[in-house]
């Protein structure tokens, strides 16, 4: 009789353990699942607001790069960036995001981090969350400007001296 | 009694443990097999057939920043693809690799995916990678004054196998004629000091690991042309100037002057005809980044995104 109650006890004991495992198997399922989907969610978001940027600075018609390109000396444009709530930010400094090549450029990055004047953290948010183009001659002045996504944001571009300067308007 | 259900679950417990330490192993080892990076090679490569079939679509294409190294030190770049070497010949491998991953994943030659364009044929380019050679290889062995030559690049392109059945060379250019594409580049009308080299790489500077394809002009632009005005000289004039002569890059050489012209003619060895399509290419090369070479490309667009 004691012995049929072990057995059944252990029965119970090895039920439980084996449903703990399943549960536990089946959190970390869900953990990854919901890892995945958190990804793929935010990594959408994010390669819409890198091809949004790669449109406002380097690839229509009336992009930055092309806006510059076409800068006579001492001649001036203004323009309306939309779409978007990043920043766009100038890197004359040392250190730049990679796609500067060395070379003065300007970047749309999402977050600006460098009120504390820590470039290296600006330059590694732009690599990473950012798109940029090389202008050789841009002006050495710190440009920082913010992006909305629903009221345009006129920018200032003109050529001087050679060189180009952005400033908000 | 107690002490059987303790270590019925304690053995459990093991098993769980166990599961879940190798399951994190497996992992590591996924990463660590550099997935990710195959998956962006392979999604950039779908994104261009599916932009021959379907040219509304983009492409999904990212430059690569890659640093090669002698030390293991890399200033200029943040967090690149670092490889080290030991020899010019392993730098030589390195670029050969890139600049056949580029071919590939552009689809060989084989595939249009810029379209056509209404009245100009315009030059598209993909900077497939961007490298940077660290100061620390003038330390190796045959580099001399800080630059590496391309000319022994494209020699070592001849001399080893892309696959069983052709060389890198043979991949890239469809030849091993190196004489051959000296002698193009000789002859090239923008070099005027007539020198068959293909260059060098300076250490310590950005090169773009680049291509090219030139789009064909919609067919209707080019009936209405010739019943319109008389096809010949309306046809040169859309064409870019040097066009007809078969080189990639003579228009940008023009425009920038002579300086740019006796590198930029080594380009023009490097233009290759389409594999059953009217498109020219250009075979992957290195150019320096932002360099008068590369502003001599004159690419109408960038097709890869930084």
Same mark, same amino acid.
């Given at each position: 009789?004691?012995?049929?109650?072990k057995k059944i006890k252990n029965k119970k004991g090895m039920l439980l353990a084996e449903e703990t495992l399943k549960?536990? $198997?089946? @959190?970390?399922? #869900?953990?990854?699942?919901?890892?995945?989907?958190?990804?793929?969610?935010?990594?959408?978001?994010?390669?819409?607001? !890198?091809?949004?940027?790669?449109?406002?600075?380097?690839?229509?018609?009336?992009?930055?790069?092309? %806006?510059?390109?076409?800068?006579? +000396?001492?001649?001036?444009?203004?323009? /309306?960036?939309?779409?978007?709530?990043?920043?766009?930010?100038?890197?004359?400094?040392? +250190?730049?995001?990679?796609?500067?090549?060395?070379?003065?450029?300007? &970047?749309?990055?999402? *977050?600006?981090?460098?009120?504390?004047?820590?470039?290296?953290?600006?330059?590694?948010?732009?690599?990473?969350?950012?798109? &940029?183009?090389?202008?050789?001659? !841009?002006?050495? *002045?710190?440009?920082?400007?913010?992006?909305?996504?629903?009221?345009?944001?006129?920018?200032?571009?003109?050529?001087?001296?050679?060189?180009?300067? $952005?400033?908000?308007? | 009694?107690?002490?059987q259900r303790a270590e019925l679950s304690t053995q459990q417990i093991?098993l769980?443990?166990?599961?879940?330490?190798?399951?994190?192993?497996?992992?590591?080892?996924?990463?660590?097999?550099?997935?990710?990076?195959?998956?962006? *090679?392979?999604? &950039?490569?779908?994104?261009?057939?599916?932009?021959?079939?379907?040219?509304?679509?983009?492409?999904?294409?990212?430059?690569?920043? $890659?640093?090669?190294?002698?030390?293991?030190? &890399?200033?200029?770049?943040?967090?690149?693809?670092?490889?080290?070497?030991?020899?010019? =010949?392993?730098?030589?491998?390195?670029? /050969?690799?890139?600049?056949?991953?580029?071919?590939?994943?552009?689809?060989?030659?084989?595939?249009?995916?810029?379209?056509?364009?209404?009245?100009?044929?315009?030059?598209?380019?993909? $900077?497939?990678?961007?490298?940077?050679?660290?100061?620390?290889?003038?330390?190796? *062995?045959?580099?001399?004054?800080?630059? %590496?030559?391309?000319?022994?690049?494209?020699?070592?392109?001849?001399?080893?196998?892309?696959?069983?059945?052709?060389?890198?060379?043979?991949? !890239?250019?469809?030849?091993?004629?190196?004489?051959?594409?000296?002698?193009?580049?000789?002859?090239?009308?923008? =070099?005027?000091?007539?020198?068959?080299?293909?260059?060098?790489?300076? #250490?310590?500077?950005?090169?773009?690991?680049?291509?090219?394809?030139?789009?064909?002009?919609? =067919?209707?632009? +080019?009936?209405?042309?010739?019943?319109?005005?008389?096809?010949?000289? @309306?046809?040169?004039?859309?064409?870019?100037?040097?066009?007809?002569?078969?080189? #990639?890059?003579?228009?940008?050489?023009?425009?920038?002057?002579?300086?740019?012209?006796?590198?930029?003619?080594?380009?023009? /060895?490097?233009?290759?005809?389409?594999?059953?399509?009217?498109?020219?290419?250009?075979?992957?090369?290195? @150019?320096?980044?932002?360099?008068?070479?590369?502003?001599?490309? =004159?690419?109408? +667009?960038?097709?890869?995104?930084?």
């Open positions: 009789m004691t012995n049929k109650i549960t536990v $198997i089946a @959190v970390i399922v #869900i953990v990854f699942l919901v890892y995945f989907l958190v990804n793929l969610y935010f990594g959408k978001l994010k390669n819409d607001a !890198l091809k949004s940027s790669e449109r406002l600075l380097i690839s229509s018609d009336q992009s930055i790069k092309n %806006i510059i390109g076409s800068l006579k +000396e001492g001649e001036s444009k203004s323009m /309306a960036l939309q779409e978007i709530n990043w920043n766009l930010l100038s890197f004359t400094e040392q +250190e730049k995001p990679n796609a500067c090549a060395g070379k003065n450029c300007l &970047c749309i990055c999402d *977050e600006v981090l460098w009120e504390n004047s820590e470039n290296a953290r600006q330059t590694n948010e732009c690599n990473k969350n950012g798109v &940029c183009t090389i202008v050789s001659n !841009l002006k050495n *002045e710190k440009v920082n400007i913010g992006l909305q996504k629903d009221f345009a944001t006129e920018i200032s571009i003109s050529k001087q001296n050679k060189e180009v300067s $952005i400033t908000k308007k | 009694m107690k002490n093991v769980m443990i166990i599961l879940i330490a190798s399951f994190l192993v497996i992992f590591f080892f996924l990463l660590r097999l550099g997935i990710g990076e195959k998956s962006e *090679e392979q999604l &950039c490569y779908n994104s261009v057939l599916q932009k021959s079939l379907f040219p509304k679509t983009s492409l999904q294409c990212y430059r690569n920043y $890659i640093c090669i190294t002698k030390d293991g030190s &890399c200033e200029e770049l943040i967090k690149p693809e670092k490889i080290k070497v030991k020899s010019l =010949n392993e730098t030589y491998k390195i670029l /050969a690799e890139e600049m056949a991953k580029c071919w590939w994943t552009f689809g060989e030659g084989k595939v249009d995916y810029v379209g056509k364009d209404y009245f100009f044929k315009d030059k598209y380019c993909s $900077i497939c990678s961007q490298i940077y050679f660290d100061d620390s290889l003038e330390n190796l *062995e045959g580099v001399e004054d800080k630059k %590496i030559s391309k000319d022994e690049l494209y020699d070592y392109l001849i001399k080893n196998d892309y696959s069983k059945d052709q060389t890198y060379s043979q991949y !890239l250019l469809g030849t091993n004629d190196l004489g051959g594409l000296k002698k193009q580049i000789i002859e090239n009308e923008n =070099n005027a000091e007539k020198i068959g080299t293909f260059g060098e790489i300076e #250490i310590g500077k950005q090169y773009f690991n680049v291509m090219g394809i030139i789009s064909e002009r919609t =067919n209707a632009v +080019e009936i209405g042309i010739g019943v319109g005005v008389g096809v010949a000289g @309306v046809v040169v004039a859309l064409t870019p100037v040097g066009w007809v002569g078969g080189a #990639i890059i003579v228009v940008g050489s023009a425009a920038l002057g002579g300086g740019a012209g006796i590198g930029v003619s080594e380009i023009a /060895a490097l233009t290759t005809g389409g594999q059953g399509i009217d498109n020219e290419f250009m075979a992957p090369t290195l @150019v320096e980044a932002e360099s008068d070479k590369f502003k001599a490309l =004159n690419c109408y +667009e960038i097709l890869t995104y930084t």
